[in-house]
């Protein structure tokens, strides 16, 4: 099971570069996600690994090897596509099979193969069926089990579970966790879907605009992301973020916004004075926002809520700070009415700070 | 008469137009030539004046070696050329389904056979074919070969060259769409899966076009049964009969031996030919459309 490095890799159409010099090492079994907004590069960088799109520069190692060069088959890789690419003149098992059958396998080898992959995949009863026989689920696991069935050092995802209704998606999602214990193996997979990257990945990479913009473990990501970009991509609801000026009195700094002061704690304190910036931009997380109306007014934020969509035990609050859009995450059962004004306490520790020249987090 | 009723009828109404020419233009003229065939009819005759023989024409059809022989250069004309033509069309096809800098000119050039004029292509042709003027015997003169007496000794040989060159296009076209209508990410996963070239031809892509190679192979099959201009122009069936297709057969009967009945019967005979590859064609589409119906209830069981 191999290690897979990404060295300044770039890809350009004609004139025009998508990707810029994406760097990344991957570690001998580990499930690294690559998750971005669309157009950012992330397919493109699964493909050129694959093999089905071309290098424009830069190398691509497995195990020390480089292959950029190399035809796709000569990689040992397996992938599950988003639309799932499955043969529609082959039933479920020739489908599964198909790669063994091209190595000239012995039959034996291939059934028994097939049947173990489709009782784990629980396609036992369908092996016989074309896959336009198969419904939208179905379809995913046999895709997954054509992979499955190959001996392949990695997996590629391509965004296996954006063609399934909602959910569909959650089954498969959490199918694909379980799997992921029992299967150790190089896996990388591709994700719009950022709730994905968070529960599968052991290693999230965020891509953005053809550039790597952090890489971590979700928490890591989710606890210090190092830019606006991240903090926002990750988490839902999205963080909040509200601009700032820095004001002091009594040697003690404030962030004060429209319609909130907020008193620094140590940490920030030291960082602000090192930075000596006159201006940041705050960002706070929906669910750091603690419903208590006797908060004391530097550690609080006054909101009149807009609307609240109820969720279940949960409600998201999308409420107005002068004239700023704040959302808030609170207890269904809370009391409150449209159109109040509400107090939220803010713990310091959770708010992060973002250098508003440059985005990046202030730390 | 109620509105209802009217209602009912409306799209007969629509239709009527339609099928008043339907009728006139070609039940019609199928009907007189049906009628026809079982009489022994003149063209100096009006055809009511003529005297019926019953099936005695598609009898001595039947029996006459001369018929006979102009069946079996049809149908050794048909199925070679189609064979051949379906070989080289989809070959070119899958050679140049990608992108190349001046393809969609090369593209061009290639079906530009296909829009010329059938009676020019044989003029062409039968320049070409000259044995002392074209072309190819002037070039195997000048590699210092014995030049060849292309139309009168190997006749059927040349107009399927011919034919071939004018038609190859027709398949190609189809089946560069039908490749080019192939789902990308099945041929992708089959690279990954380890495919070469050669297996993803034959494991993936022949497969999947299949439908449309068959009704163009049948379409094919259906034009070559009846093609008549170049050959007429070329070689006029000779020489002897050995060139001598059934579309020929059918004009020289009508115009030369002036037997319209005959001509009628043996017309008959070839459309029971060609109606015999049409229903093969329709029986096919249907066991497709029957296939995917069932395949479609299949999928809404399994959800």
């Not at chain 1, 193996?185 to 990945?201: F, G, S």
């Not at chain 1, 931009?281 to 007014?297: F, H, T």
């Not at chain 2, 009489?39 to 024409?57: C, H, I, M, Y």
């Not at chain 2, 399927?160 to 490749?179: E, M, R, S």
Request: overall charge neutral; hydrophobic content about 45%; charged content about 20%.
């Amino acid at each position: 099971m191999p290690e897979i490095k990404l060295e300044n890799l770039c890809k350009s159409y004609g004139n025009i570069e998508v990707l810029h010099g994406i760097d990344l090492e991957m570690q001998d079994a580990e499930f690294t996600v690559l998750v971005g907004p669309s157009g950012c590069g992330k397919s493109t960088t699964l493909r050129m690994i694959a093999g089905l799109e071309t290098v424009t520069k830069g190398e691509i190692f497995i195990d020390g090897r480089p292959v950029s060069k190399l035809e796709p088959k000569e990689r040992d890789l397996a992938m599950v596509f988003q639309d799932y690419a499955l043969y529609p003149h082959m039933n479920v098992a020739k489908n599964m099979s198909f790669a063994l059958r091209l190595e000239k396998r012995p039959k034996k080898e291939i059934q028994r193969k097939v049947q173990e992959v489709a009782d784990i995949l629980g396609l036992t009863d369908f092996l016989h069926r074309k896959p336009a026989e198969l419904s939208g689920g179905q379809r995913q696991r046999v895709a997954m089990g054509r992979a499955l069935t190959r001996d392949s050092s990695t997996f590629l995802f391509d965004e296996p579970l954006s063609n399934l209704d909602a959910k569909l998606r959650t089954q498969m999602r959490a199918e694909l966790a379980m799997m992921r214990q029992r299967v150790h193996k190089n896996m990388i997979y591709v994700t719009h879907d950022q709730i994905e990257a968070m529960t599968l990945a052991d290693r999230i990479v965020v891509m953005h605009g053809g550039v790597i913009q952090q890489q971590g473990t979700p928490e890591e990501l989710f606890k210090f992301p190092k830019n606006k970009f991240v903090a926002g991509f990750l988490g839902t609801p999205p963080m909040n973020f509200l601009e700032a000026t820095i004001e002091e009195s009594n040697q003690q700094l404030y962030l004060k916004g429209q319609g909130f002061m907020l008193r620094c704690d140590e940490r920030a304190t030291a960082c602000l004075r090192r930075e000596e910036l006159l201006k940041v931009l705050v960002g706070i997380r929906p669910c750091d926002l603690i419903y208590q109306p006797d908060a004391p007014s530097d550690s609080a934020i006054d909101i009149d809520v807009v609307v609240s969509e109820y969720i279940g035990a949960q409600s998201v609050l999308i409420g107005d700070c002068a004239g700023q859009d704040v959302m808030v995450e609170l207890k269904s059962d809370t009391p409150i009415a449209l159109g109040e004004r509400l107090r939220f306490s803010i713990d310091f520790q959770a708010v992060h700070l973002f250098n508003m020249s440059n985005d990046l987090a202030i730390a | 008469m109620s509105t209802a009723k009217l209602n009912r009828l409306s799209p007969y109404l629509f239709l009527a137009p339609a099928f008043l020419v339907m009728v006139l233009a070609l039940l019609y003229p199928l009907g007189y030539m049906i009628y026809g065939s079982f009489r022994d009819w003149n063209p100096s005759q009006a055809l009511g004046e003529s005297t019926f023989v019953g099936l005695k024409n598609y009898y001595t059809l039947w029996h006459d070696p001369n018929f006979r022989e102009s069946v079996v250069v049809t149908l050794k004309f048909a199925i070679s050329v189609v064979t051949i033509e379906m070989f080289i069309g989809v070959g070119l096809a899958l050679l140049l389904d990608r992108n190349l800098r001046g393809m969609s000119l090369l593209r061009t050039l290639f079906i530009l056979p296909m829009m010329i004029a059938p009676v020019v292509v044989g003029l062409i042709w039968k320049y070409m074919y000259h044995p002392t003027l074209g072309v190819f015997n002037d070039t195997l003169r000048a590699l210092g070969m014995e030049p060849v007496e292309w139309l009168s000794q190997h006749a059927l040989l040349s107009i399927i060259i011919a034919d071939i060159w004018q038609w190859t296009p027709f398949i190609f076209i189809l089946a560069l769409a039908a490749l080019q209508s192939l789902p990308r990410s099945a041929l992708e996963a089959a690279r990954i899966d380890g495919a070469t070239g050669w297996q993803q031809i034959i494991h993936i892509k022949l497969p999947l076009m299949m439908p449309v190679l068959i009704v163009t192979c049948l379409l094919r099959l259906i034009d070559a049964f009846k093609v008549l201009e170049v050959i007429l122009v070329m070689t006029a069936g000779g020489p002897g009969l050995t060139t001598e297709i059934m579309a020929l057969r059918i004009s020289r009967t009508a115009t030369e031996f002036r037997e319209l009945g005959v001509a009628a019967a043996m017309s008959n005979y070839l459309l029971m030919m060609l109606l015999l590859l049409t229903v093969l064609m329709l029986t096919y589409n249907r066991w497709i459309e029957y296939r995917a119906n069932k395949a479609q209830r299949a999928a809404e069981e399994a959800l």
